[in-house]
């Protein structure tokens, strides 16, 4: 602190002075620090605002993904399509889609619990034929009264997706007796399931054939189709994309929520 020794009246003018020069010094200080601030919000505006860009450009493609997803129906239907189309060309008969069968199909899937491992291989394994009756049917609403002979069943899983025709050929048609289950003249009727496993991989793809009638075979209770998610299964009329992944979406909400209440909060 300074102190001014003389006159009374000179040491009034130079506290004045002192005045000024502390109030012109503080103002200086204020003006710098705001300056520093609105540069630091300009830029950080700047920064939320392409953050903002980012996501929602990334949103909209991801939802334009799963349009596109629906729009090309049910990836169980498709299996079905592909599979007849390949047996029509080896002329064999076409199989009937018969969603109560297909179903079954997808609980067929869900009774490995995602262990692509138990699928094939010296791992291998399957459920019970006791699991069609038991559990099976009850799950899909299908009358076990109307239950029919398996005659065949092909399945596969893979950590990536395959749409219908490359998951037919890269996954379900390993071998001599694959094809073997596909021709075969016993089959009457067709139920296909794909299902992921919480959104994501690994995937499975399931092909049960039976020997039933087919306008009474694996029938709904009530005559409707019970659907279940996760995963699609054929014949039940659904535009399902319950196969594929939507984790993305799910994590891109909650990115452009936050982004936008940081960006309102800082733009006053």
């Known amino acids: 602190m300074a102190v001014f020794v003389g006159a009374p009246e000179n040491q009034k003018q130079a506290g004045k002075q002192w005045k000024k020069h502390r109030r012109r010094s503080t103002l200086c200080f204020i003006s710098s620090l705001l300056s520093s601030l609105s540069l630091s919000l300009s830029l950080l505006e700047k920064v939320m605002g392409m953050l903002t860009w980012f996501l929602f450009t990334s949103l909209l493609l991801s939802t334009s993904a799963d349009t596109q997803k629906k729009i090309t129906d049910n990836p169980a239907d498709e299996l079905v399509a592909v599979l007849n189309s390949n047996r029509t060309a080896h002329k064999d008969p076409a199989l009937f889609d018969n969603p109560g069968l297909a179903c079954i199909a997808l609980q067929y899937i869900k009774a490995y619990e995602g262990d692509c ?13 006791s699991k069609f009756a038991e559990t099976f049917a009850p799950n899909c609403g299908v009358l076990a009264s109307s239950l029919s002979p398996i005659t065949g069943r092909l ?38 399931a794909v299902s992921g496993t919480d959104g994501g991989g690994p995937y499975f793809w399931c092909v049960l054939f039976s020997s039933g009638k087919t306008n009474s075979s694996f029938a709904f209770e009530g005559g409707v189709a019970k659907l279940t998610r996760p995963g699609c299964y054929s014949g039940a009329n659904d535009d399902c994309s319950g196969a594929a992944d939507w984790s993305l979406t799910r994590f891109l909400w909650p990115c452009l929520s936050v982004a936008l209440l940081v960006l309102s909060h800082y733009s006053g």
């Open 155 to 192: 399945l596969g899983c893979d950590s990536k997706y395959f749409h219908a025709s490359e998951a037919f050929s890269e996954i379900l048609m390993k071998n001599e007796k694959s094809l073997e289950i596909l021709y075969n003249k016993n089959h009457t009727e067709v139920g296909a």
């Open 117 to 129: 491992k138990a699928v094939g291989g010296p791992n291998a394994k399957k459920p019970a034929d």
